[in-house]
């Protein structure tokens, strides 16, 4: 079993650089399918097992998909298969975007219904809607959805969301790209990672235009090719750093870090009395005073509100904060779960429904914890940054589906953290044990 370990109350201070975007690339890698000539090269890819998946599941059904130096390359000509392993997209969510690209190219897809982190219902019924809309036919038959378009191809249409989900309208779009005709998304997702994805697509010759907006408009094209693109920086990664530097920093500077990514983060950072500084190249926190957050009220809702993937996170920060502080889950119905890990470090910490009520206290207490999912490892880890004594955090393949290389970042911080494998250290102990050396 790999954990992490890290002894508490060391300040901050210094540069981290926030790797790409994982909302982003995923989707990017997944539209690399799309193209029936070329190669697409993706730039400042992050190494987290999440993309690791992703690029597997596009090689299993035919592409080829090369990695080296932060870039993977991607020729999708000769792609045999549209139906990706289940035991692949098994693993995670969000590879069920390669529904959209495979229907509009093939006019064929068989996905098995996704995993991923366990935090509440996430159900595809969106994009079967507008699949059908499009004039796909879906039935769900042995745990997979089976899409099937018209002989002619897919249609464009005019495509309303109930909520504006993510994963809906990056799979939309992209079966719009090859569709006859315009596609109207209303409702769309406004976050960032779309329009990246939107980018994308258009430097592979799609029509994509609003993206960013909450009406995103597709003139489908005969055919798309290669192209080469930069992902943007991961806004969740920039606010976690960003969070830290608050709660126990003396100055940090999340560089490659985009404000206008995050400004519901600053603006609650700010409130709760630290100061931001935003740069061409980044954004620098000093910490708040005495080291303790002022309370906040926080409600999570779609962007650009307060996001859900940085709520645990600023959970743990609140833990020692002054007075009493909410939080209100709207995106999630099952996202406090890292709660109770925290409560073992002596936060005071209530549920009521969808809120969590935090009273602040002084000081948290180093514990054995375990991360449930992917936010609320990074929440343990901020914990463990604040906490007095020594904290093991367990769980750790939740934190390496979307944090690249958190420990080495951290330790650039000055932070005494590290990754221990139980089987490495018990060979080391038993090794000098026989020399003699212990």
């Not at 809607?129 to 089976?146: P, Q």
């Not at 996170?313 to 995106?331: C, D, N, R, Y």
């Not at 991360?371 to 004594?389: K, S, Y």
């Amino acid at each position: 079993m790999t954990r992490m370990i890290i002894e508490g109350g060391r300040r901050l201070e210094g540069r981290v650089r926030v790797s790409g975007a994982k909302n982003a690339v995923l989707p990017i890698l997944a539209a690399s399918t799309l193209a029936s000539s070329g190669l697409s090269t993706i730039d400042d890819v992050p190494d987290l097992l999440d993309v690791a998946h992703m690029m597997d599941t596009v090689a299993a059904i035919g592409a080829t998909v090369r990695r080296a130096n932060g870039s993977v390359r991607i020729n999708a000509e000769s792609i045999w298969s549209t139906e990706p392993p289940y035991d692949l997209v098994r693993r995670m969510r969000a590879s069920f975007v390669v529904a959209g690209p495979l229907l509009s190219r093939f006019g064929t897809a068989t996905i098995a219904l996704p995993g991923g982190c366990n935090i509440g219902p996430r159900p595809v019924d969106l994009h079967i809607k507008g699949f059908e809309a499009m004039g796909a036919t879906a039935s769900i038959d042995s745990g997979a959805v089976r899409l099937q378009a018209p002989k002619e191809g897919l249609h464009g249409a005019r495509i309303y969301l109930d909520i504006p989900s993510v994963g809906a309208t990056q799979n939309i779009m992209m079966a719009a790209c090859l569709a006859n005709g315009q596609t109207i998304i209303e409702n769309a997702a406004k976050e960032p990672e779309n329009v990246d994805l939107a980018n994308y697509l258009n430097a592979m010759g799609a029509h994509v235009r609003g993206a960013g907006t909450d009406t995103i408009r597709i003139d489908g094209v005969k055919s798309m090719h290669g192209a080469n693109h930069t992902v943007i920086p991961d806004r969740i990664e920039a606010g976690t750093f960003l969070l830290a530097g608050a709660v126990i920093g003396n100055g940090v500077y999340v560089e490659n870090a985009v404000s206008e990514h995050i400004m519901s983060l600053i603006a609650k950072l700010e409130e709760a009395g630290a100061k931001i500084e935003d740069h061409v190249s980044g954004i620098r926190v000093w910490p708040v005073e005495r080291g303790r957050l002022r309370n906040l009220d926080v409600k999570t809702h779609y962007y650009p509100a307060y996001p859900t993937d940085l709520q645990a996170q600023m959970v743990a920060g609140l833990t020692t904060a002054f007075g009493t502080s909410t939080i209100s889950e709207t995106v999630f119905e099952n996202r406090f779960m890292h709660v109770a890990e925290l409560q073992r470090m002596g936060a005071e910490i209530h549920i009521e429904g969808r809120t969590a009520i935090i009273n602040g206290t002084e000081r948290l207490s180093g514990a054995t914890v375990t991360a449930t999912d992917l936010r609320a490892g990074a929440a343990l880890v901020i914990a463990g940054l604040m906490a007095e004594g020594q904290t093991e955090v367990l769980g750790l393949h939740h934190i390496d589906r979307g944090y690249d290389n958190l420990v080495g970042k951290l330790q650039s911080l000055g932070a005494r953290i590290r990754r221990v494998d139980d089987d490495d250290e018990g060979t080391a102990r038993a090794l000098l044990k026989r020399t003699g050396s212990m």
